[in-house]
């Protein structure tokens, strides 16, 4: 028997607009009362909250409403004496959010905040000998860690600080007999990890490694008849909480879900965006990076 398809039906009175200003007003407010109980709750994840908001921000055209300055103290002060960056004052550090402060201290063009030196010997001190990377020092191993790492010392100029060849076989040993990749060898494939994977494979030059006919065939599959997309097979598309609903614990990853649609929207229309850091085509430039998508 076969599984019945999960798919969302959208109402006859679904917004057909992008209301930009009213996403820009929601950004550029949100933490201006840090007392509310929503900012106290995103904390552990506010490095990254802070980068998605000032993309999508930048995509806009609306960077200088954001407060440059009180981000760039942010951050220097969640810099450890190991090196990495935490999500917040007083977190541990970890991969995922070491990334999302390079990438803002690089869309400022604004590196020199933290010691550089330092987030090389951190990210190096994550790598394990099967080519492996933990997301901290408690351990846990997933490609998204590999991803991040790679994306970290690419956009410092420093890829070579790693063994960059033994980080590529791990991740290759997570590609799929469908063409997709887990966060680990015989994992799921997920389009989460996909994208992370690919990623690190443009960044390492290594894109010629997928097979793009299958990997495009599972992820094509993704897409439903309410034309949303899902992560993985039999799972609902992915929803996007309305700019309309009140605030909740949860709302600084509305910051996210808006970035994330607003590159997917500059990325069809192939304008002023390239997804391989996850920053725009200027900043890349500025950067000197290769143009592993062109």
Partial sequence: MGTPQKDVIIKSDAPDTLLLEKHADYIASYGSKKDDYEYCMSEYLRMSGIYWGLTVMDLMGQLDRMNREEILTFIKSCQHECG?????????????????????????????????????????????????F?????????????????????????????????????????????????????????????????GFLAITSQ???????????????????????????????AELPQIRDPPTSASLLLGFQVCTIMLGLRFLVWFGFRKTHLLPFGVEERLLLPRVLS
Avoid at 182 to 191: D, F, V
């Fill in 84 to 132: 990495g960056i935490s999500a917040s004052i007083g977190h541990d550090p970890h991969l995922l959010y070491t990334l999302s402060a390079v990438q803002i201290l690089t869309l400022y063009d604004s590196i020199n905040v933290i010691d550089v030196n330092k987030i090389v010997e951190y990210v190096q001190s994550l790598q394990k000998e099967d080519g492996s």
């Fill in 134 to 198: 933990a997301g901290d020092i408690w351990g846990e191993i997933d490609t998204r860690f590999s991803f991040c790492a790679v994306a970290t010392l690419a956009l410092l100029g420093k890829l070579d600080a790693i063994n960059v060849e033994k980080a590529i076989e791990f991740v290759l040993s997570c590609m799929n007999f469908d063409g997709g990749f887990g966060c680990r060898p015989g994992s799921e494939s997920h389009a989460g990890q996909i994208y992370c994977c690919t």
């Fill in 207 to 237: 894109l010629h490694q997928v097979n793009s006919d299958l990997l495009g065939w599972w992820l094509c599959e993704r897409q439903l008849p309410s034309g949303g997309l899902n992560g993985r097979p039999e799972k609902i598309k």
